[in-house]
T-cell receptor
Framework: DAGVTQSPTHLIKTRGQQVTLRCSPK?????VSWYQQALGQGPQFIFQ???????QRGNFPDRFSGHQFPNYSSELNVNALLLGDSALYLC????????????FGPGTRLLVL | GEDVEQSLFLSVREGDSSVINCTYTDSSSTYLYWYKQEPGAGLQLLTYIFSNMDMKQDQRLTVLLNKKDKHLSLRIADTQTGDSAIYFCAERGSTLGRLYFGRGTQLTVWP
């Protein structure tokens, strides 16, 4: 049983560029949440997708957007990258029927130069 | 908003017990979690406790919850060098599935 997978593992971009990160949830899970973890900090909630819609959103600007596909996989898009967007981006999956457990992927480390 | 606080560092000798503490502010928290993060890796769910419980034991791990004081602790018995990592406390409040994390406690285990 594959766990949560994310791609790519690492990414280097320059300011102003756009980036797309991908996540496949754990088998049997239908809900995907995205978190940003800056160096030395705990993860911060970006948004959550369920039934292909954004269900809730944290305190992040509109430059951060997402999508969920019919197979429950998800993308996180960040436009007009800033140096401060450099972080580890974590995807977490859960089941709407058992929301108490969220399992995290290995993350995508984004560096903005 | 919700606020989760943890001490940043803890050092113990191999074989001793480790106790990592956490405080939170949201009295409507439904679940509280402990995650482990090794260098360069994602978060591994270690254990969680429902807010109407006061203790949960899982092999070497014991979670204690004092809901009145909004205090959560994780005790690791017989700590091993492989337990060296960052441990995050997180709460799930009344909002759907969103987790609020502390800054993490860096546990260092000395041989």
């Amino acid at each position: 049983d594959a766990g949560v997978t994310q791609s790519p593992t690492h990414l280097i971009k320059t300011r102003g560029q756009q980036v797309t990160l991908r996540c496949s949830p754990k088998s049997g899970h239908d809900t995907v949440s995205w978190y940003q973890q800056a160096l030395g900090q705990g993860p911060q909630f970006i948004f959550q997708y369920y039934e292909e819609e954004e269900r809730q959103r944290g305190n992040f600007p509109d430059r951060f957007s997402g999508h969920q596909f019919p197979n429950y996989s998800s993308e996180l898009n960040v436009n007009a990258l800033l140096l401060g967007d450099s972080a580890l981006y974590l995807c977490a999956s859960s089941s709407a029927r058992a929301q108490e457990t969220q399992y995290f992927g290995p993350g995508t480390r984004l560096l903005v130069l | 908003g919700e606020d989760v606080e943890q001490s940043l560092f803890l050092s113990v000798r191999e074989g001793d017990s480790s106790v990592i503490n956490c405080t939170y502010t949201d009295s409507s928290s439904t679940y509280l979690y402990w995650y482990k993060q090794e260098p360069g890796a994602g978060l591994q769910l270690l254990t969680y406790i429902f807010s109407n419980m006061d203790m949960k034991q899982d092999q070497r791990l014991t979670v204690l919850l004092n809901k009145k004081d909004k205090h959560l602790s994780l005790r690791i018995a017989d700590t091993q060098t492989g337990d060296s990592a960052i441990y995050f406390c997180a709460e799930r409040g009344s909002t759907l599935g969103r987790l609020y994390f502390g800054r993490g406690t860096q546990l260092t285990v000395w041989p």
